[in-house]
């Protein structure tokens, strides 16, 4: 078989085909790296990085599929991860993880280590451990959309060390009776912001609305030329099996529509 390049710290800026989509025998890919832009062909090509990003590179996207992909929102979410010395303050309490309903974030669990080796670990309620903690920005009441932009802005916009004060008083306020000090405890704190995290499926996602086939399905039936779209997305289910199945399904669509 021919070999397979991978192109790493790359970023695709647009994808187009060569002529029209119909007869074209390439699609042209635009990728920056380092400060550059280079181009490369491609037979063909599957769209699995999500719909906000996918509907601005593919250039003359046909209207089907672009209202298609207008039709899919995300919503922001916050990883907080929390080094603790120690995780007997839950261990009193006779748990690992928890939800709650008021302040900042909305669950918490111990975060679980892969252990390798002949000679595992153990893990105790004295070991440090990672938490994790979800943090989420819904409004209810607001248009789904414009729950998204307003969650990005925030959840962008807070700085570092509120963060950290908000996460260390939510933690006391949990905590401090079963023996949990934010000052001694906690070793440090890493923040990662997910701008698209989740989709947030609207009435109709599923199943269309009106007799109309819902979105993910004009895009799951329809490749565009030599273009088929992947990602989760358009599962709507948010598990790395689905993110499997819609790419292996794009994959064999490429090569039964267009390479055959
Ligand atoms: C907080 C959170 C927790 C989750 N936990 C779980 C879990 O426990 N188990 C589970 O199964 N699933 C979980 N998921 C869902 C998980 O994210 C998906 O299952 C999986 O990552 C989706 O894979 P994907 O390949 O479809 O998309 P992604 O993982 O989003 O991959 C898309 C890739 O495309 C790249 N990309 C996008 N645009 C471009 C571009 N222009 N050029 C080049 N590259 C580009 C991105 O950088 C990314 O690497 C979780 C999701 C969230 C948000």
Same mark, same amino acid.
Request: proline share 11%; glycine share 16%.
């Given at each position: 078989g021919s070999s397979t390049h991978i192109r790493l710290r790359s970023t695709a800026v647009w994808v187009k085909h060569e002529g029209e989509p119909a007869k074209s025998e390439f699609v042209t890919v635009a990728y920056s790296r380092d400060g550059k832009v280079y181009r490369l062909k491609g037979r063909t090509v599957v769209m699995a990085g999500g719909s906000w990003t996918t509907k601005h590179i593919v250039? *003359? @996207?046909p209207k089907p599929q672009a209202d298609a992909y207008d039709q899919f929102y995300r919503s922001p979410c916050l990883m907080a991860n929390v080094a603790v010395r120690n995780w007997r303050f839950l261990y009193k309490l006779g748990i690992t993880g928890c939800r709650w309903f008021e302040g900042i974030g909305n669950y918490m669990e111990v975060r679980k280590i892969a252990t390798f080796g002949a000679d595992a670990p153990t893990i105790g309620p004295d070991s440090p451990v990672v938490l994790t903690l979800k943090i989420l920005f819904s409004n209810p009441g607001m248009a789904v959309a414009a729950q998204g932009h307003r969650g990005r802005a925030e959840m962008l916009s807070t700085a570092f060390r509120e963060y950290e004060r908000q996460i260390r008083e939510q933690l006391m306020e949990m905590f401090a009776n079963s023996g949990f000090d934010a000052r001694r405890d906690i070793a440090g704190i890493v923040l990662n912001r997910w !701008?698209?995290?989740? @989709? *947030? +499926?609207? +009435? !109709? &996602? &599923?199943? !269309?609305?009106?007799g109309k086939p819902a979105s993910r399905d004009v895009l799951r039936a329809t490749p565009f030329g030599r273009i088929a779209f992947a990602n989760t997305d358009l599962a709507g289910i948010m598990d790395h099996r689905c993110s499997i199945i819609e790419a292996h399904r794009a994959v064999e669509q490429l090569l039964d529509q267009v390479i055959t």
């Open positions: 250039r *003359n @996207l !701008g698209h995290a989740y @989709l *947030n +499926p609207q +009435p !109709g &996602f &599923f199943f !269309g609305t009106d």
